[in-house]
């Protein structure tokens, strides 16, 4: 097997300090931090392995620059939008001046790249904030791109380690056997059945 086919890559793309809705235009002035760093190794898995010690360092990094101590990835997602929001640019067209949205790409992700195709497989992004409580759409992408990897490694007899069955019903991919990451899949399903309960609850009111 090529070591170069099937690697690993952490992207990042966020912003150093806590901008919010700050002065932008300093925002944009050299404090926009881009990562891209490949994990290559003939034993893949422990290209995995190193792919996600370094994803973790930038997260206690970031929760370092916060005055605080990561707890759990659910939580993370919470307290690191800080990182990823910025506010929006805006650009005169032709019909007129129009608002863009320069945090849409934001995220610190761990990938798996499979020749040239590019496979999110954990990671934090930006979420607007009227959708942090909402379901999260790429999740489902991210679920199904573990799957994938897990078939992966057992079409090549790559060694798998901590393989965990996960419940992703609510993504409609059912029970899966996946390798494992920082993402809480039991919590994932409590927290989406505990909203269901809720909303029939107040169906019966």
């Known amino acids: ?15 150093k300090g806590q901008m919010y809705n700050s002065n932008y235009l300093e925002a944009k002035k050299n404090k ?20 996600f010690v370094y994803y973790q360092s930038l997260i206690d990094v970031l929760y370092e620059a916060l005055g605080d101590n990561y707890t759990t990835d659910q939580q993370a997602r919470i307290d690191l939008q ?15 001046k129009m608002t863009f949205d320069d945090n849409l790409f934001n995220e610190i992700a761990v990938y798996w790249v ?15 904030k009227e959708e942090l409580h909402q379901p999260d759409e790429l999740l489902a992408t991210m679920g199904s791109n573990l799957i994938k990897e897990h078939a992966y490694y057992e079409r090549h007899n790559l060694p798998i380690e901590n393989e965990t069955l996960c419940d992703m019903t609510d993504l409609n991919l059912g029970f ?30």
């Open 176 to 205: 899966q056997f996946v390798m494992p990451t920082p993402f809480d899949w039991d919590g994932f399903v409590e927290e989406n059945l505990a909203k269901e309960t809720q909303a029939m609850y107040q169906c019966f009111q």
């Open 114 to 128: 499979n020749d040239k195709e590019k496979r999110l497989i954990h990671g934090i992004w930006y979420r607007p």
């Open 32 to 51: 926009l931090c881009s990562i891209d760093k490949t994990f290559e190794d003939a034993d893949l898995s422990k290209a995995r392995q190193e792919a």
């Open 1 to 15: 097997m090529d070591k170069k086919k099937s690697h690993y890559l952490v992207h990042g793309l966020f912003w």
């Open 82 to 96: 800080v990182f990823l929001h910025a506010g929006c640019s805006t650009a005169v067209t032709r019909i007129g």
